[in-house]
């Protein structure tokens, strides 16, 4: 989405040229490519896992957290490869769209009209609130490599991220 407002800000006479179905599915198959081959990883580590004892999970969804802490298996090395792994991919995605509106900023903030800079905060405005919230969450819930997660904190932030 932030290519798509960095093309239809920063040359809005080349949008329908650059932006054509082919690209958009090329986007969308590549984010869905990437995504189902993170999911197999995340099965596959969470394969590995043995589990005893109580099955019940206190959580919204069935999370790696509260899987790991239900585990009777040493987890220590999976928290750390899902922490490194899900850490490369958000903060990964998260340059990308910073890279892209920053250009966006840069090409907003050399427009003539007032006018035309308003518009175009207005249009990324909604966008970087829904990213602030994503991104805040999925790096409070993901990015920390410890044992000692908070299930309650991680239930709230998990929550807000859902809703």
Not at 53 to 77: E, M, R, T, Y
Not at 112 to 125: E, H, I, L, N, V
Request: aromatic share 10%; net charge positive; hydrophobic share 45%.
């Amino acid at each position: 989405m932030s290519f798509d407002r960095y093309v239809a800000i920063c040359q809005p006479l080349h949008y329908a040229a650059i932006m054509k179905q082919q690209l958009c599915t090329r986007l969308v198959g590549a984010g869905w490519v990437i995504g189902f081959t993170l999911s197999s990883y995340h099965v596959v580590l969470l394969s590995k896992l043995t589990f005893c004892g109580p099955n019940k999970i206190q959580h919204f969804f069935c999370d790696n957290s509260p899987l790991f802490k239900l585990s009777c298996s040493d987890a220590s090395l999976l928290w750390k490869a899902d922490s490194i792994l899900i850490s490369f991919v958000v903060l990964g995605s998260l340059c990308l769209i910073l890279v892209s509106y920053m250009c966006i900023f840069h090409c907003i903030l050399h427009m003539p009209a007032a006018s035309g800079r308003k518009k175009a905060f207005a249009t990324c405005s909604s966008h970087l609130t829904a990213l602030a919230i994503v991104y805040g969450s999925c790096i409070v819930l993901y990015a920390q490599p410890s044992e000692e997660v908070s299930l309650e904190t991680n239930r709230i932030v998990a929550l807000l991220n859902t809703a």
